[in-house]
């Protein structure tokens, strides 16, 4: 983030996975990273007096059908949300 022009993170970053991957401010434990499992990394940096904040959750591995259909169920809801307030296209299956 520094290299890129911010000044400080906007708050601390989040890195969680398993079960904690679900909750909005998860913190930190000693649960290791594993194949198959669904990891949150929610970061942030100021810059000229702006706040950002990234979200981003990826999938460890082969997913399985069921976190296929997770993931369709809210790149679905995303794209309702946003075509409500700006119209967007549609996304590439």
Known sequence: MRRLGGQKPSFETIVATASHSALPHAHPTSEPIRNNQLL????????????????????????????????ASVLRAQ????????????PVK
């Not at 950002?52 to 999938?59: E, G, K, P, Q």
């Not at 307030?85 to 549609?90: N, T």
């Open 40 to 71: 949150l990394i929610d970061m942030g940096t100021t810059q000229a007096g702006y706040t950002s904040d990234m979200t981003r959750t990826v999938f460890m591995g082969r997913p399985t059908s069921t976190i296929k259909r997770l993931y």
């Open 79 to 90: 794209w309702k949300a946003s075509r409500r307030f700006a119209p967007v296209s549609r």
